[in-house]
């Protein structure tokens, strides 16, 4: 009878209604399963034989949300809003239906589908670990536009709710039953039997005032005390205000509209509280950040689907990799083994220096120990994670290993040295991936025997939180060597992106070019906390002067003078920073640098550098506006001829790369976002503006200037 849903009738007349999205491949909550639902509701009320309804999915996953593509279709907020009103009405229809509903949840129920839960009666979750429910439209910019804000503070309390609403975090299902999110868990066998004998209870309803829903709520005296009177949430109003200026830096408008729906909807009816919500849910729709936020999770999502996954299941077919050898144990191959094995992998670590390998079994130790410390594991688990990994001073037993990542400092011969090593020792399916940041993967693989099989993995520090890993193919890179370090980067968690090998890929030739306008700033005289602040105002997480404290001075210059040999026509670093580097001063690791440190924190700028650099510092000497556009301008056109050259596979990889591995604003959505935001014209003009006064480097390249004569633009589907 219905396309989407599946009605059948239990002992007792309960009716459970099953979800099996017909064109997607998972659960989402698209217009046309939704006007069915209506339907279903419509025919609920007049049977006067019903004692209940149960609402389960047909698929692993409850509902993961609203459908994205169909919100990103408004053309005007009024549009948007009037599709949240439409999906409110819906929900309301089933909160006041006069029997009990209880939604039964197993995997994932996340927006509109943890929406639609707490529009039931009941709610009843499956311990498996896959269980978690969340509300992650900030993460696109968004607010939850079904009720999210309205129930949920009505059910858990407006502390718990702030702290799901404002972070988009998934909530397993043991900590959803313990700040009253569930009303049971079960395990999976039981989950239908237990969900219809919770239809046919009773549960007396909200009058659809600032009284919560929840019993459990409304007895916990302290929350009370706190949230249940004005003056408490006033306090409660001002603090998180205060968290979000410091979080968000005011560039993210879904915080503080999130805040506003849930606060004011709190103080008045469910009605009014909703019609707040829909109104804000279509202001934001149509913002530049939450359409660069989709933009970022298309993108994300697009890599999942890479191009060379066919010569893999060619290759391997579902035998997936389970050994990792890591050569080198200084702090980047510790960060490796360390996500390594917290995925499973079982990990060799080989170093010849036995403090290194001491030092590093100490990182992974204290890595999964604060983990228990905060009951996140427990000990068991970790001392599972432990016995995967296998130190030792030479490679012996790397012959079975699926992938050998070698993890030592930017040196060729030692690489090739290394690799010539390894290679005589090759398993049957080996794999030498070198993790570097700017030599290129051509020159390394020159010293193998087979060529084929040697590949870049760019890691980005520290290891366990940048999400990014570049993987760096050469002409001579085979594709199912490629789709197993696709595979191996993304179940450890990173967003991959494969980029042609060259001098310094895509993301270290970029940042280089933006790091070294940076520089050429601060040789005109101009102060290094203008050059960081302007930066900081414009969106970046950390100024240029900053990121070169943290790389490390001499990192920073290696690389530097690396890309400026590739591309001498167009950058020119400094010389005035030589004497810098010949100081002593590494950065934050030796803690001198362009900046004093206590204790390994920050202060303010060491004005000593600038008698080092043989400059006066001149406040004043560029204003914010023209810092940030040489910065940010420079690094979007290296970006865009790496495109051009065929470094990039498409523009959305330089997005995420850009966003998720060199901190570029992702409420921008990516550089080449940007450009289309900004239009390619406007680019053209500023870029032309700073080429007349400082030189050719900012000579737009030639694909910026096709785009513009053609009025195109790099995302057409989104415009």
């Not at 589908?113 to 009941?122: F, I």
């Not at 690489?415 to 940041?437: H, P, V, W």
């Not at 450009?675 to 503006?689: F, T």
Request: glycine share 10%; charged share 25%.
């Amino acid at each position: 009878m219905y396309k989407y849903w599946k009605i059948e009738r239990e002992i007792g007349n309960v009716a459970v209604c099953i979800l099996n999205h017909a064109e997607k491949p998972v659960n989402v909550l698209s217009e046309a399963p939704l006007r069915e639902f209506n339907d279903i509701l419509a025919s609920f009320e007049s049977d006067s034989t019903l004692a209940g309804i149960v609402i389960t999915s047909g698929k692993k996953d409850f509902i993961l949300g609203a459908d994205i593509e169909e919100i990103t279709k408004f053309k005007t907020a009024d549009e948007a809003s009037a599709g949240a009103r439409s999906m409110q009405a819906i929900l309301t229809k089933l909160e006041t239906l006069k029997v009990p509903s209880v939604a039964a949840i197993s995997g994932m129920a996340l927006g509109g589908g943890l929406e639609l839960a707490l529009a039931c009666t009941w709610r009843i979750a499956t311990d498996e670990n896959s269980t978690k429910l969340a509300l992650p439209e900030i993460q696109l910019g968004l607010i939850p536009g079904a009720g999210g804000t309205q129930r949920l503070p009505r059910l858990i309390g407006i502390q718990s709710a702030l702290d799901m609403i404002l972070t988009g975090k998934k909530v397993p299902a043991k900590k959803a039953l313990k700040i009253g999110l569930v009303d049971q868990v079960v395990p999976p066998q039981l989950l239908r039997e237990q969900s219809i004998r919770l239809a046919v209870q009773k549960r007396k309803k909200s009058g659809g005032t600032g009284i919560s829903l929840s019993k459990k709520w409304s007895s916990d005296l302290p929350k009370w005390a706190t949230e249940g009177n004005p003056l408490g949430r006033k306090l409660i109003y001002k603090k998180a205000k205060e968290m979000i200026d410091e979080k968000t830096k005011g560039f993210y408008p879904a915080s503080y509209k999130a805040l506003d729906a849930i606060f004011d909807g709190f103080d008045a009816t469910l009605a009014k509280g909703l019609e707040k919500e829909a109104e804000f849910f279509g202001h934001l729709a149509l913002t530049r950040e939450s359409k660069s936020l989709v933009h970022l999770y298309h993108a994300t999502n697009a890599l999942k689907k890479h191009r060379f996954k066919e010569a893999g299941d060619k290759k391997f077919g579902k035998k997936k990799a389970e050994h990792i050898g890591v050569i080198g144990a200084g702090f980047m191959g510790a960060g490796i083994t360390t996500i390594s094995v917290e995925k499973g992998y079982k990990v060799l670590i080989s170093d010849p220096n036995k403090d290194s390998v001491g030092r590093c079994l100490k990182h992974i130790s204290d890595y999964f120990g604060k983990k228990v410390t905060r009951k996140r594991m427990k000990p068991f688990e970790m001392a599972q994670k432990m016995a995967l990994v296998s130190p030792g001073l030479n490679t012996t037993g790397f012959k079975n290993c699926d992938i050998i990542v070698e993890a030592v400092f930017e040196d060729l011969d030692l690489k090739q040295k290394i690799l010539k090593a390894t290679e005589a020792n090759a398993g049957e399916n080996f794999i030498f991936a070198t993790n570097t940041s700017a030599i290129p993967i051509t020159k390394i693989a020159a010293a193998a025997k087979n060529p084929g099989r040697v590949i870049g993995m760019h890691f980005f520090s520290p290891v366990e939180k940048m999400p990014l890993l570049e993987v760096i193919v050469t002409d001579s890179t085979e594709p199912w060597v490629t789709a197993r370090t696709v595979e191996i980067g993304q179940d450890i968690g990173k967003q991959v992106i494969v980029v042609k090998d060259g001098p310094g890929f895509y993301t270290t030739r970029a940042l280089s070019f933006f790091l070294n306008e940076a520089s050429l700033m601060l040789m005109e005289g101009c102060p290094i906390e203008s050059i960081d602040s302007a930066l900081v105002e414009f969106g970046f997480p950390v100024g240029p002067i900053t990121l070169i404290d943290e790389v490390g001075i001499d990192v920073g210059m290696h690389v530097l003078e690396t890309i400026q040999a590739a591309f001498p026509e167009r950058m020119s670093t400094p010389k005035g920073l030589l004497p810098v580097a010949e100081s002593g001063r590494l950065g934050r690791k030796n803690n001198k640098g362009f900046y004093l440190y206590q204790d390994g924190k920050k202060g303010r700028a060491d004005n000593s550098v600038y008698q080092l650099l043989g400059i006066t510092p001149t406040p004043g000497k560029l204003d914010q506006e023209e810092i940030s556009d040489r910065c940010v301008l420079v690094f979007v056109n290296e970006s865009i001829r790496c495109l051009e050259e065929g470094i990039l596979a498409s523009a959305s990889d330089g997005d995420v790369g850009a966003v998720f591995g060199l901190g570029f604003p992702p409420f921008l959505g990516g550089p080449f976002k940007y450009v289309d935001h900004m239009g390619a014209r406007v680019i053209i003009e500023r870029l032309n503006g700073l080429s007349d006064k400082y030189g050719p480097r900012f000579k737009p390249s030639a694909l910026l200037q096709k785009m513009a004569d053609e009025g195109k633009r790099f995302f057409e589907s989104e415009a």
